[in-house]
């Protein structure tokens, strides 16, 4: 499979590209030629990577080269500026990693090679070329919360629960293959996304499994839904059995390992099939030990305890099969959500308010200055 690709979703793109030639200039009659046009990258609705691969096979995008100099027209038209439409949540980069920018909202662009300057009667009269590169195209989706589980821990199915999402589902350990993006309507018509991604394994962070095709897609989700079975869990047989606790702390662990920022998310724990004999029991020894997770890590390899536990805004148990607690659930992702967008407009605020108050003083400071000033003139 090729890189940046699982299933039919393309997450990473190399493009070649070049800024046009500029045109030639006249010397007879001091003209100047056209500039050749640049190569931008712009951020549009409905768009992929995969449609941007499919249309344009080669991969090679050129701005249109400078108009050269005449008798009629001393100043060359500048060359067309070719445009790469690209999908929102895109980061460019340079072939070395350089972040050139990043795409966040429609209408965003980032300049990727410009086109070379057109021949002057102030430099020799030829034109120089556009800058060549190779650049490349990250996809990062953008929700309001990310899935975050194992395999087989019920993420589809709670995905379809939740949302008008139709995934992939079936009863073994690897049901999705690609991300998707759910939508949660609320009857005040408020929407929150919802992305479910490929399922983790122990040593995602390494690149296992999914690894960072998985990883890189929580960078940029708000918020954290954990999913776990409340029976646990056990990849293979030859894998060892993962309690639900052990499951919640080796999850943490993964991302805590891939970038710890991550693990600074508000966070939520979805424990899913409830509908599960005895399942009541193990909810009440989870909770239990994530009240006092420092007390069961002996249940751990020392090499996956978290540097830092985290604390959920909220547990809640469900049945995504018989739809058990999931209105519930809803209802708090929202009121998480809402919090946390007020937490940020406060933030915002105080910021403000601290920059005001800071152009204040040095207002009345300059005003102290200037009377003082005043002062001494009137003395002397």
């Avoid at 046009?20 to 003209?31: K, V």
């Avoid at 701005?63 to 008798?71: L, Q």
């Avoid at 239990?288 to 830092?308: A, G, H, R």
């Avoid at 929202?334 to 406060?346: G, K, N």
Wanted: overall charge neutral; glycine content about 10%.
């Amino acid at each position: 499979m090729a890189r940046g690709e699982y299933g039919n979703f393309v997450d990473n793109l190399r493009l070649y590209v070049r800024g046009g030639t500029g045109g030639m200039a006249l010397p007879r009659l001091g003209g100047h030629g056209g500039n050749g046009g640049n190569v931008w990258v712009v951020a549009i609705m409905n768009m992929t990577l995969k449609k941007i691969k499919d249309k344009y096979p080669l991969k090679r995008f050129v701005g249109g080269s400078g108009a050269n100099s005449s008798v009629r027209a001393l100043k060359g038209d500048k060359g067309k500026d070719e445009e790469i439409l690209a999908p929102v949540g895109i980061t460019v980069t340079s072939d070395d990693g350089r972040i050139l920018g990043e795409l966040n909202a429609e209408g965003d662009r980032v300049l990727v090679a410009k086109g070379g300057s057109g021949g002057t009667p102030y430099f020799p009269f030829e034109p120089k070329k556009g800058q060549v590169k190779h650049i490349r195209l990250d996809l990062k989706l953008i929700a309001d919360l990310g899935l975050v589980g194992f395999p087989n821990a019920g993420k589809s199915s709670l995905l379809t629960a939740l949302s008008n999402a139709t995934p992939q589902i079936a009863n073994y350990a690897f049901t999705t293959l690609r991300p998707e993006i759910g939508k949660i309507a609320y009857p005040d018509y408020k929407q929150i996304s919802v992305a479910d991604l490929p399922g983790l394994i122990e040593g995602a962070h390494l690149n296992r499994g999914m690894g960072h095709k998985f990883l890189k897609h929580v960078e940029r989700t708000k918020q954290l839904l954990f999913v776990v079975d409340v029976g646990g869990f056990q990849l293979a047989s030859k894998t060892p059995f993962r309690s639900a606790f052990e499951a919640v702390q080796l999850l943490t662990k993964e991302l805590e390992l891939y970038k710890e920022e991550l693990v600074s998310k508000p966070a939520l724990l979805v424990v899913n099939k409830m509908d599960l004999p005895e399942a009541e029991d193990k909810l009440e020894e989870l909770k239990e030990q994530l009240q006092n997770p420092e007390e069961f890590t002996n249940l751990l390899p020392d090499d996956m305890i978290p540097k830092n536990f985290i604390t959920f805004r909220h547990v809640v148990p469900i049945s995504a099969l018989n739809g058990f607690g999931v209105d519930h659930l809803k209802s708090c992702i929202r009121l998480s959500l809402d919090e946390y967008a007020a937490m940020e407009t406060s933030a915002v605020h105080q910021e403000k308010l601290q920059a005001l108050r800071q152009q204040s003083h040095e207002c009345f400071g300059n005003e102290d200055k200037i009377s003082l000033s005043s002062g001494v003139g009137r003395t002397q």
